[in-house]
């Protein structure tokens, strides 16, 4: 299952962080095992953010990527299932059934 993965980490922490080089030890270590397919980065209210869309395999691992960030960064995160255009036709391709069973 694609998922999209939203972080947000305390400046204060992620300074010290920069300062002892973990910040780009951890991106280094999440990139090499999740190995996303797109990772975008960026300023969202005040804090250092990003956002990540990787496969995920099993349910359980909810638990071993989240960990990556609280314990790696600090950081708060958000988890959501997510599509791609293709996975979006194939699954409208079964929305007349349901429409006109719900409808």
Request: proline share 4%.
């Amino acid at each position: 299952m694609r998922v999209m993965l939203k972080f947000r980490f305390p400046v204060e922490t992620g300074n010290d962080a920069i300062r002892s080089g973990k910040v780009a030890q951890v991106f280094e270590k999440i990139m090499e095992e999740l190995k996303p397919e797109a990772a975008y980065f960026f300023p969202e209210g005040g804090e250092r953010a990003g956002l990540i869309v990787f496969d995920m395999q099993e349910s359980s691992q909810v638990a071993e990527t989240a960990e990556r960030f609280f314990f790696g960064l600090n950081a708060s995160i958000e988890m959501t299932p997510v599509m791609s255009v293709e996975d979006l036709r194939k699954g409208l391709s079964g929305v007349e059934a349901i429409v006109k069973n719900y409808a």
